[in-house]
Structure formats: C-alpha cells, structure tokens
C-alpha cells in the first residue's frame, strides 16, 4: 500500500479565497483523522471519521472549516475564506483499530498551508 | 479535557548515552499511551503503545515506561545515534479504560538531538 496520501503538498493562497486539502486513506482503514500543527499549539485534532461519517468535529476551529468524506477512499477538508492564522501543516491519518491491537495511526505527508 | 506536558522542547545528548523523555498528562489515566517519531517535513510515525495495566515495554533500544500514580511516562533510548534525531511526541487515548476511544490527544513534543 503507499500508505495515506495527501495533496497538494504545498499550497500558498491569499486570505479570503478558498482552501481544499485531500486525503486519501490507506484502504481498509475505517477511521480517518484531520490534524493541524503549528510551533505555538502542536498537533492537533480537528474531526474525525468512523466509516465515513464524522464521529466528533469538537476540535474544528469556527464555521470557515469543514471537512467531508464522501466515500472510503476520500476525505477533504475546506477553509473558506482563509485567513493568515489558518497557516499550518495540516495532516490527515488512518487507522483500523479492531484490526490492530496497537491502534496506531498511519499519518500522511501533510499539507503545508501559507495564507497571505 | 485532558492536558499533556513533554519536560522539554529540546533535548540534546552525547551519540552513544541514554536520551530519556517525559511525558506527564494531568486529569484521568488514559487506556494506553503511544509515542511516535516525528522527522522534519514529514508526518509522525508510531513507535510503542504501552496499556494503563503494564509498567514497561521494550522495542529494540526504546523502552517506555508508565506509572498512572504519577501521571507519567517515561520514553528511553539507548545507545542512542545520530539517527535517532527527530521528534519525539506523546500521544493519549481520551477514553477512561478498556479498549480506548480511537481518538487520541497529542504532547507538542520534544525535539532530541544526538550529537557524534
């Protein structure tokens, strides 16, 4: 498998205009996790997913966020508009707990957001 | 909501001696705690898991321990290399006991370098 995939890997915008970041989990996995991680607050939990439906969206900061999963193999997570604090790595993951006894998270390269 | 402290940002040491990291949490003791290994300009990958009724597990030259009396674990690295530099984060399952929540709350990490 070649492991979760995001895109871009690198995306620069000025505020105000829309943000789509992708992830593509490992297959077989049946929870999906969105972080963000910046110096001042580290790595944190946005929403997550359990068979595509989001289970705690508590950590998305304000209504400008969302994030959907229409399907197994596909999750995006949307700002609009965007604004210079949202600039972050912005990291999807995968897990499949009832499978795996150590219930590690697979994470993905990340997203690097700069907003202008 | 569950706080998480790694002693220190940063942690250099001598190629070959022992790097020992702390990672204290305050409220309740979670199900288990993970630890993962972060490189620059890369997402984290998992390391150990350690279960709220064990004291100590080994994985080559790492060894975590978790002591729930004092809210605290501890993560070894023997014979450590240059390699082994990287970030290292805490990460903690929110639920009480039993099998875990699935969803996991991070420390922001400490940076360790190992110094030939």
């Known amino acids: 498998d070649a492991g979760v995939i995001q895109s871009p890997r690198h995306e620069v915008t000025e505020m105000g205009q829309e943000v789509t970041l992708r992830c593509k989990p490992i297959?077989?996995?049946?929870?999906l996790f969105w972080y963000r991680q910046t110096m001042m607050r580290g790595l944190e939990l946005l929403i997550y997913?359990?068979?595509?439906?989001?289970?705690?969206d508590s950590g998305m900061p304000e209504d400008r966020f969302s994030a959907k999963m229409p399907n197994a193999s596909f999750s995006t997570l949307k700002i609009q508009p965007s604004e210079p604090r949202d600039s972050a790595v912005y990291f999807c993951?995968?897990?499949?707990?009832?499978?795996?006894?150590?219930?590690?998270?697979?994470f993905g390269p990340g997203t690097r957001l700069t907003v202008l | 909501s569950q706080k998480i402290e790694q002693n220190s940002e940063a942690l250099n040491i001598q190629e070959g001696k022992t790097a020992t990291l702390t990672c204290n949490y305050t409220?309740?003791?979670?199900?288990?705690l993970q630890w993962y290994r972060q490189d620059p300009g890369r997402g984290p990958v998992f390391l150990l898991l350690?279960?709220?009724?064990?004291k100590e597990k080994r994985k080559e030259r790492l060894k975590v321990t978790f002591d729930t009396t004092l809210k605290q674990s501890l993560f070894h690295i023997t014979a450590s290399q240059p390699a082994d530099s990287a970030t290292y984060l805490c990460?903690?399952?929110?639920?009480?006991?039993?099998?875990?929540?699935?969803?996991?709350?991070f420390g922001k990490g400490t940076k360790l370098s190992v110094i030939p």
């Open positions: 993951a995968s897990s499949d707990p009832l499978a795996d006894s150590y219930n590690e998270q697979f």
């Open positions: 297959s077989g996995h049946d929870y």
């Open positions: 997913f359990n068979n595509n439906v989001p289970i705690d």
């Open positions: 409220n309740y003791s979670p199900a288990y």
């Open positions: 350690i279960r709220e009724n064990e």
């Open positions: 990460a903690l399952d929110y639920a009480y006991s039993g099998a875990g929540s699935y969803q996991l709350t």
